[in-house]
C-alpha cells in the first residue's frame, strides 16, 4: 500500500518523484510471490484499463496481466482481464480464497476491501510504503472502523526516502 506520512492512500500519483529501482525491485519481488490479486471495484478497473497494453523486459507487465484476479464489488456485473467477481459477501469469499492451497493474494490500493478484510481478521501482512511526503487531506488507509494492533517485521529505508514497512497483526 503506498502511503503518505500522514496516512493517505488516494489516488497515489504522489508516489511518482519517490520511485526508483528499490521501489521496483519491492513491488516485482511481491508480485512475483503472489498467485492471484485481490482487488476492489476502483483498483481494478484503472488497472485493467492501463496493464493489458503494457510490456516491459524483466516480465513485471506480464506477470500482472497472467495473474488470476479476484475483484470485490457491488456493482460490476462482469469482469475481464483474467479476473472473476466475488460474491456480495466478501468476507466469506476471501476466507475460501486463503483456505486453498498455495493462495497467496495480494491486494494493491483497495482501501475500502482491505478495511473491510481487516474487520473481519482477514489480513495476514500489510506491506506499507510510507512516502515522505504530507497531504493533510485524502483518503486514509487506517480508521476507527478499521483500528488494528500490529507487529513490526521488517523495515528499511529507500535512497528516496519511501520507508519499506512489513506489519503482522497482533492476534490473541
Same mark, same amino acid.
Given at each position: 500500500?503506498?502511503?503518505?506520512?500522514?496516512?493517505? !492512500?488516494?489516488?497515489?500519483?504522489?508516489?511518482?518523484?519517490?520511485?526508483?529501482?528499490?521501489? /521496483? $525491485?519491492?513491488?516485482?519481488?511481491?508480485?512475483? %510471490? *503472489?498467485?492471484? +490479486? +485481490? +482487488? /476492489?471495484? =476502483?483498483?481494478?478497473?484503472?488497472?485493467?484499463?492501463?496493464?493489458?497494453?503494457?510490456?516491459?523486459?524483466?516480465?513485471? %507487465?506480464? @506477470?500482472?496481466?497472467?495473474?488470476? $484476479?479476484?475483484?470485490?464489488?457491488?456493482?460490476? $456485473?462482469?469482469?475481464?482481464?483474467?479476473?472473476?467477481?466475488?460474491?456480495?459477501? =466478501?468476507?466469506?469469499?476471501?476466507?475460501?480464497?486463503?483456505?486453498?492451497?498455495?493462495?497467496?493474494?495480494?491486494?494493491?490500493?483497495?482501501?475500502? +476491501?482491505?478495511?473491510?478484510?481487516?474487520?473481519?481478521?482477514?489480513?495476514?501482512?500489510?506491506?506499507? !510504503?510510507?512516502?515522505?511526503?504530507?497531504? /493533510?487531506?485524502?483518503?486514509?488507509?487506517?480508521?476507527?472502523?478499521?483500528?488494528?494492533?500490529?507487529?513490526?517485521?521488517? *523495515?528499511?529505508?529507500? *535512497? *528516496?526516502?519511501?520507508?519499506?514497512?512489513?506489519? @503482522?497483526?497482533?492476534?490473541?
Amino acid at each position: 500500500m503506498y502511503l503518505t506520512l500522514d496516512g493517505v !492512500m488516494e489516488n497515489p500519483a504522489w508516489t511518482g518523484p519517490y520511485f526508483n529501482e528499490e521501489v /521496483g $525491485k519491492a513491488q516485482r519481488d511481491l508480485l512475483f %510471490a *503472489s498467485d492471484a +490479486l +485481490l +482487488l /476492489g471495484r =476502483v483498483t481494478y478497473q484503472g488497472f485493467a484499463a492501463a496493464w493489458p497494453t503494457m510490456t516491459d523486459e524483466d516480465g513485471f %507487465a506480464d @506477470r500482472m496481466n497472467a495473474l488470476p $484476479k479476484f475483484v470485490a464489488s457491488r456493482t460490476l $456485473k462482469a469482469a475481464e482481464w483474467n479476473a472473476t467477481l466475488l460474491p456480495a459477501d =466478501v468476507a466469506e469469499a476471501v476466507r475460501e480464497l486463503r483456505e486453498q492451497n498455495g493462495q497467496n493474494l495480494l491486494i494493491y490500493g483497495s482501501g475500502q +476491501l482491505v478495511r473491510t478484510l481487516m474487520q473481519h481478521d482477514l489480513i495476514d501482512e500489510y506491506r506499507l !510504503m510510507v512516502h515522505p511526503l504530507v497531504l /493533510g487531506v485524502g483518503l486514509r488507509l487506517f480508521t476507527e472502523e478499521a483500528a488494528a494492533t500490529l507487529e513490526l517485521v521488517s *523495515s528499511y529505508a529507500t *535512497s *528516496s526516502g519511501v520507508l519499506m514497512l512489513t506489519y @503482522r497483526p497482533v492476534r490473541s
